[in-house]
């Protein structure tokens, strides 16, 4: 495609420029309007510089991507209904042996829910319960967020439902569920791994701190313990003597040293008559209350007591089996959509048709369910999609592809070094998703004129290069600033996770990480 006049060049470029920097930076400010208004003025800029008409504005706006996200929005808030998060965070506390096991529990756990429940999910569910597990053990939890973060990044790339950016890929290539699972599952499992042992090797000593403390502190339980158990087991009779009953006894020891005449002291076997004859005080009592007690239950009964007793019980028991019998459906619902989307039927059709039967076996009012759908997410892909088209007809993006085209042919292993160096850098320049729209379909057609099996691993490896780079700096993914902003707001004390640090681990991670997986995508 050839440039277009100069004026909506300029125009073009202008309005896409608007849409970057309130998509990276939605506080700037200048225009602290948010990533949703800042892709709504982009989108409205192009259609008033007639870079697009309004025809081609609403035909650039893809319906199956919009509802694929609102189905699985819907079926994430009854997962978390179903306590199916709070199970994960029973998971990883579950006979943990240290911070290094947690950690590789977080990066398993973060990247198969991820794979299944999308990666931004699982960062707000889990972010919560990995600060306070940290604060509690007295470790940073720096190492853990990381872990977090960028698991759930590696996860979500296995699934078109795992990330925004892979719904896209999936919908524009005609692969289907299976296909794409199958297809980055490997990279996937590889990835995760590699990524955790470089969370291990590079915070050995500060997730060894915790063990040492942790051995301190269990040897000092043992050792109270012990002198407990000692000085309670003294003296077999004395354990059933009371507090008042020894200070009796002391009193009288006391007494018998003053007076003149010798007197026989307390035996043991006293001491224990003395113990028993108050156990049986005590019995008695105890005998006389509950027959008290069985009186005002016969007078309850007498009063009609025992019906409400027994419808109370009835309630409760068949609440108790309307909530296990809500979760089993849910779960079932759940199982079903993921078999349909293996079996290759339509993912956006399918998803929104889990959300409805979900919504009606829950039987009641949808309004808490609606109202937690992320609908400035939605509008925002809307925005998003009108802009990036209209960046296209500026034929920029044509242009500097025609030129990389021939240095970035998947078919040898510089054309794939130059293609994954330049997704790496847009996907943290310009996101991921635009990302995917601005270079998804060249991509595919320079693999389709090698081969037809080329032009699928294209799309794979475009996929995988695209959520991969997410982890390379702190802006590179919404799951790394959702992250970020849950610790820093954690109560009592917050935690700041700077963009430096998170880019110390982030770039090593990702090179090694994007080469590992693109060799066994290859």
């Known amino acids: 495609m050839a440039l277009a006049p100069t004026e909506n060049v300029i125009l073009g470029s202008f309005a896409f420029a608007i849409f970057w920097v309130l998509a990276v930076f939605p506080a700037v400010p200048f225009l602290p309007i948010g990533r949703t208004a800042g892709s709504l003025l982009g989108a409205m800029l192009m259609?008033?510089?007639?870079v697009i008409t309004p025809e081609q504005a609403f035909s650039a706006i893809d319906l199956s991507v919009l509802g694929l996200l609102f189905g699985t929005m819907v079926v994430s808030f009854y997962l978390e209904s179903a306590g199916m998060f709070k199970y994960l965070s029973i998971l990883l506390s579950w006979r943990s042996r240290g911070a290094k096991d947690l950690l590789c529990r977080i990066c398993v756990v973060s990247a198969i829910s991820s794979a299944l429940f999308t990666n931004d999910t699982t960062c707000v569910i889990l972010s919560e319960f990995i600060l306070k597990t940290a604060t509690q053990n007295g470790i940073s939890p720096h190492p853990f967020l990381l872990a977090l973060a960028s698991s759930a990044n590696v996860g979500s790339s296995a699934t078109p439902i795992g990330n925004p950016q892979n719904l896209v890929i999936a919908l524009q290539s005609g692969i289907s569920f299976g296909e794409f699972f199958?297809?980055?599952?490997?990279?996937?499992?590889?990835?995760?791994?590699?990524?955790?042992?470089?969370?291990?090797?590079?915070?050995?000593?500060?997730?060894?701190?915790?063990?040492?403390?942790e051995k301190a502190i269990s040897e000092d339980n043992a050792t109270s313990q012990y002198c407990f158990s000692h000085d309670s087991m003294?003296?077999?009779?004395?354990?059933?003597?009371?507090?008042?009953e020894s200070t009796n006894c002391s009193n009288m020891n006391e007494n018998m040293g003053k007076n003149r005449k010798p007197r026989r002291s307390l035996s043991e076997s006293d001491i224990c008559r003395v113990s028993v004859a108050s156990k049986d005080q005590a019995?008695?009592?105890?005998?006389?209350?509950?027959?008290?007690?069985?009186?005002?239950?016969?007078?309850?009964?007498?009063?009609?007591?025992?019906?409400?007793?027994?419808?109370?019980?009835?309630?409760?028991?068949?609440?108790?089996?309307?909530?296990?019998?809500?979760?089993t459906c849910t779960y079932l619902v759940i199982i079903g959509m993921l078999i349909a989307l293996l079996m290759g039927l339509n993912m956006s059709w399918t998803a929104l048709t889990a959300a409805l039967v979900l919504i009606v076996l829950d039987f009641?009012?949808?309004?808490?369910?609606?109202?937690?759908?992320?609908?400035?997410?939605l509008i925002f892909f809307?925005?998003?999609?009108?802009t990036v088209e209209g960046f296209n007809n500026t034929g920029i993006p044509s242009t500097l592809w025609n030129q990389m085209e021939p240095h970035a042919r998947i078919n040898h292993v510089s054309g794939i070094s130059v293609l994954a160096f330049v997704i790496l850098l847009l996907s943290n320049v310009a996101s991921n998703v635009p990302t995917v729209l601005l270079l998804g379909a060249r991509v595919?057609?320079?693999?389709?004129?090698?081969?037809?099996t080329e032009e699928k691993k294209a799309w794979l490896m475009l996929a995988w290069v695209s959520t991969v780079a997410g982890n390379l700096s702190l802006l590179g993914s919404a799951a790394n600033l959702i992250v970020c902003e849950k610790a820093r707001r954690a109560q009592p004390s917050g935690y700041t996770l700077s963009f430096w640090t998170h880019l110390k681990f982030g770039l090593p991670s990702t090179i090694i990480v994007t080469a590992v997986g693109l060799a066994v995508i290859n």
């Open 382 to 386: 809307c925005g998003m999609f009108i």
């Open 364 to 377: 009641k009012d949808a309004g808490p369910c609606l109202e937690r759908v992320s609908y400035s997410l």
């Open 47 to 50: 259609i008033i510089f007639k």
């Open 444 to 452: 595919a057609a320079s693999a389709a004129a090698i081969s037809k």
């Open 234 to 244: 003294s003296t077999p009779c004395q354990s059933y003597v009371s507090t008042s």
């Open 283 to 327: 019995a008695d009592r105890h005998d006389l209350s509950s027959q008290h007690e069985t009186m005002e239950l016969k007078n309850d009964m007498e009063l009609g007591m025992p019906q409400q007793i027994t419808t109370q019980r009835s309630k409760d028991k068949s609440q108790r089996w309307r909530k296990l019998s809500c979760k």
């Open 182 to 213: 199958l297809g980055l599952l490997p990279s996937m499992l590889v990835g995760v791994f590699i990524n955790a042992l470089i969370l291990l090797c590079m915070y050995w000593r500060l997730l060894s701190v915790e063990k040492d403390e």
